[in-house]
């Protein structure tokens, strides 16, 4: 196959799997959110420990532990990572698919008000308008619904600030999650105790299929990411931001399709101004990538 044809497969294969993911938590409903968590930081942690042998993962490791301000940066980042697990597992659990999939509709509009904010680009009309509309969106779901939809900005904010993290740490994506389940693991530890202290812990202790698809937790975490960045490899930017839409859509269908969540007209009209917002900032990512025509 092609490079194009292996990128895009990989890039839609990652995304498809992000966007299919609550059927696993749904599945794992009858434990509890923070040993799902934990459980998710361990198998991924013992997964990704199959890569050390690779030289190039063995620096990235060896010069964090060297670099304070890396250390320092990557312990941040597995903070943000950890804590957009749970949320997202609670959300799942708790029947708030389609908050969720909001969240990440957002997370590439909340990525570029952080650029403005953080790193001072400036931004372009098309995405000035691009972000109105969607703050118009969220803030119309607020005033219909009467609550702010906490889950959904959490989501999208905190991931926002998770690319932005790893964007400008030099380490690479296997070594990076590595260190970020390394760093978490006295927290997956203190979750383990609270669950014990809140109810038991049901690994090993219900039935062996339960076992089962908690030890897929890290599968499940690393084959995405593992594609995310095969596609990385092979595809242009601008497509790889196209493809990222589909997780939240595939989300949004799963959560009122599948799992029958509600969707009243205010709810959807917020969606439907949240995805024109996302459709003019694409188009302006397109027109601006697209090369000047020859002289």
Same mark, same amino acid.
């Given at each position: 196959?092609?490079?194009?044809?292996?990128?895009?497969?990989?890039?839609?294969?990652?995304?498809?799997?992000?966007?299919?993911?609550?059927?696993?938590?749904?599945?794992?409903?009858?434990?509890? +959110?923070?040993?799902?968590?934990?459980?998710?930081?361990?198998?991924?942690? %013992?997964?990704?420990?199959?890569?050390?042998?690779?030289?190039?993962?063995?620096?990235?490791?060896?010069?964090?532990?060297?670099?304070?301000?890396?250390?320092?940066?990557?312990?941040?980042?597995?903070?943000?990572?950890?804590?957009?697990?749970?949320?997202?597992?609670?959300? @799942?659990?708790?029947?708030?698919?389609?908050?969720?999939?909001?969240?990440?509709?957002?997370?590439?509009?909340?990525?570029?008000?952080?650029?403005?904010? %953080?790193?001072?680009?400036?931004?372009?009309?098309?995405?000035?308008?691009?972000?109105?509309?969607?703050?118009?969106?969220?803030?119309?779901?607020? %005033?219909?619904?009467? %609550?702010?939809?906490?889950?959904?900005?959490?989501?999208?904010?905190?991931?926002?600030?998770?690319?932005?993290?790893?964007?400008?740490?030099?380490?690479?994506?296997?070594?990076?999650?590595?260190?970020?389940?390394?760093?978490?693991?006295?927290?997956?530890?203190?979750?383990?105790?609270?669950?014990?202290?809140?109810?038991?812990?049901?690994?090993?202790?219900?039935?062996? +299929?339960?076992?089962?698809?908690?030890?897929?937790?890290?599968?499940?975490?690393?084959?995405?990411?593992?594609?995310?960045?095969?596609?990385?490899?092979?595809?242009?930017?601008?497509?790889?931001?196209?493809?990222?839409?589909?997780?939240?859509?595939?989300?949004?269908? @799963?959560?009122?399709?599948?799992?029958?969540?509600?969707?009243?007209?205010?709810?959807?009209?917020?969606?439907?101004?949240?995805?024109?917002?996302?459709?003019?900032?694409?188009?302006?990512?397109?027109?601006?990538?697209?090369?000047?025509?020859?002289?």
């Amino acid at each position: 196959m092609t490079s194009d044809r292996i990128g895009f497969l990989a890039g839609l294969s990652a995304y498809s799997l992000w966007g299919l993911y609550p059927f696993y938590f749904k599945a794992l409903d009858h434990v509890a +959110s923070v040993e799902v968590l934990a459980h998710r930081i361990v198998w991924s942690l %013992v997964m990704l420990a199959l890569f050390l042998p690779l030289p190039e993962m063995r620096r990235d490791v060896a010069r964090v532990f060297r670099t304070p301000s890396l250390l320092l940066g990557m312990l941040f980042s597995a903070l943000i990572i950890a804590s957009n697990w749970l949320v997202y597992v609670i959300a @799942v659990q708790t029947g708030h698919v389609l908050e969720a999939s909001l969240g990440y509709f957002l997370s590439p509009l909340t990525f570029v008000l952080l650029a403005l904010l %953080v790193l001072r680009e400036r931004l372009r009309r098309l995405q000035w308008l691009a972000v109105g509309i969607a703050a118009f969106g969220v803030l119309w779901m607020i %005033v219909h619904a009467g %609550v702010v939809p906490k889950i959904a900005l959490f989501l999208g904010i905190s991931f926002s600030i998770y690319g932005l993290v790893r964007k400008r740490l030099p380490v690479g994506p296997l070594a990076g999650l590595f260190l970020e389940c390394l760093f978490a693991l006295p927290l997956a530890g203190a979750m383990f105790l609270y669950a014990e202290a809140t109810g038991g812990i049901v690994f090993t202790r219900l039935d062996l +299929s339960t076992d089962l698809l908690v030890m897929l937790a890290g599968f499940f975490t690393i084959g995405p990411l593992w594609l995310f960045n095969v596609a990385a490899k092979h595809l242009p930017l601008t497509t790889l931001g196209m493809l990222q839409y589909i997780a939240p859509t595939l989300l949004f269908f @799963v959560g009122a399709f599948v799992f029958a969540e509600p969707v009243d007209f205010g709810r959807l009209m917020g969606f439907v101004l949240i995805w024109a917002a996302l459709a003019i900032y694409s188009l302006d990512a397109l027109r601006t990538a697209r090369p000047a025509p020859a002289a």
